[in-house]
């Protein structure tokens, strides 16, 4: 079973909404989690990182969420783009230098 | 601009046929992955240079092999592809391994390698 848990697979929304992608982890000792997003084709680029001690990071329009308790992230795209048509990863890394990718989310937008 | 080149971006190969990968970069950073995904899949980590010092995932194939000549330059080696091998190859690298380091881990990705076995 996979540590890190994204949801939904897939997403499709109209140009102008807002949307929000989940990652929940198992992974422990944890350090940081990092959201990337990869466009079709390509290779994955950093939008935020987050350690322990931060509940929130903004990028733009994007804002992602830690609950270190729950161990829950999400990702937060506001007013969408057609070029956030992309895949979204989450990251965990412990302590031991363990990375473990999510399977990612796909989001589509419509216009 | 610093970044991480990866050649060629489609590669076509036969059943068998050797091919490599490679992966330049430019940020003088200390530690280059390599990472196989496949289609909807999360990347999976084969292998990764810390300086010179290799260090193979456990359950990566011997057919996957990797060299690093000096610290701008890695190469993957797939030796006999097989169909299964098909899958975009993702080359990164960080300034260091040690996640205690705050985002001096943080991986920078090439554009990637698509590899199509006939």
């Known amino acids: 079973k996979n540590q890190v848990e994204q949801s939904p697979q897939s997403l499709i929304i109209l140009e102008g909404k807002n949307c929000t992608l989940q990652?929940?982890?198992?992974?422990?000792?944890?350090?940081?989690l990092r959201w990337y997003k990869q466009d079709t084709g390509r290779g994955p680029v950093s939008l935020t990182i987050?350690?322990?001690?931060?509940n929130t990071k903004s990028n733009g329009r994007y804002t992602a969420t830690l609950d270190a308790d729950t161990k829950q992230s999400s990702l937060h795209i506001t007013a969408s783009q057609l070029s956030d048509s992309a895949s979204y990863i989450c990251?965990?890394?412990?302590?031991?230098?363990?990375?473990?990718f999510g399977a990612g989310t796909r989001l589509t937008v419509k216009p | 601009d610093a970044m991480v080149i990866q050649n060629p971006r489609y590669q076509v190969t036969q059943f068998g046929k050797p091919v490599t990968l490679s992966c330049s970069q430019t940020?003088?950073?200390?530690?280059m992955y390599w990472y196989q995904q496949k289609s909807s899949q999360a990347p999976k980590l084969l292998f990764h240079?810390?300086?010179?010092?290799?260090?193979n995932e456990a359950d990566t194939p011997d057919n996957f092999q990797s060299r690093r000549p000096n610290t701008s330059f890695c190469f993957l080696d797939i030796r006999s592809p097989g169909l299964g091998d098909a899958a975009m190859y993702l080359c990164?690298?960080?300034?260091?391994?040690?996640?205690?380091?705050?985002?001096?881990?943080?991986?920078?990705f090439g554009a990637g390698s698509r590899l199509t076995v006939l």
């Open positions: 240079y810390y300086d010179k010092d290799f260090n």
């Open positions: 990652c929940n982890y198992t992974v422990s000792p944890f350090s940081n």
């Open positions: 990164a690298t960080s300034r260091t391994r040690l996640a205690g380091a705050g985002g001096a881990n943080v991986l920078t």
């Open positions: 940020l003088n950073h200390n530690v």
């Open positions: 990251v965990v890394t412990t302590y031991n230098n363990d990375m473990r």
């Open positions: 987050m350690t322990f001690s931060e």
